[in-house]
């Protein structure tokens, strides 16, 4: 068995390089096959996450568009009936929704809905805090967490306008 190895060593040698070589071209290859699956899938993910964030947009700014309408009547001139809606779970639940669905977008649009949701808070609070118009400076303050809160939602409104 020796004898015939040594004698067609080179022959086996080759051959074993063919089978070598065939082996690396599967491996290239296979290896171009993920790659180039790799690549669509983080394009894929990539184009998912800019739809994601341009419905995030549009979601957070017609919340803002919305709660900034309230607001806007509301600091021109206190309307019981829209000061008592302000105050109903459901529009203080499209306040958080606000804040909550601005995390999706990040970076300044979560930090100016922090910022309104908590002055709208803020609001809430001075205004439960007080019957009457009586107790001006809880009103006043009242009035400057609602400028505050106006001030927020409009910059996410005209963030959202220049994005869409």
């Known amino acids: 068995m020796l004898d015939f ?14 089978i070598l070589v065939v082996i ?7 290896t171009h096959k993920l790659a180039v699956a790799t690549r669509e ?13 341009s419905e ?10 919305d709660l900034l309408q309230d607001v806007d009547k509301v600091a021109r001139r206190a309307i019981p009936e829209l000061v008592t809606k302000m ?8 306040r958080d929704d606000l804040e909550l669905s601005a995390i999706e977008i990040g970076g300044v649009i979560q930090r100016h809905a ?15 805090m007080h019957t009457s118009q009586a107790d001006r ?3 006043e303050k009242a009035e400057e967490q609602l400028d505050i809160a106006k001030k927020a939602l409009q910059m996410i409104v005209d963030f959202g306008d220049t994005r869409l």
Do not use: F, H, K
Request: no cysteine.
């Open 5 to 18: 190895l040594n004698e067609n060593a080179g022959a086996i040698q080759a051959i074993s390089t063919v």
């Open 24 to 30: 690396t071209a599967w491996y290239a290859v296979t």
């Open 41 to 53: 899938q983080v394009d894929a993910y990539r184009r998912s996450e800019q739809l994601n964030r």
């Open 56 to 65: 995030a947009i549009i979601r957070v700014s017609q919340i803002a568009r």
């Open 87 to 94: 105050q109903l779970p459901a529009w203080q639940d499209l």
């Open 114 to 128: 922090e910022v309104a949701a908590e002055a709208l808070r803020e609001w809430d609070l001075y205004v439960r």
């Open 137 to 139: 400076e809880m009103w």
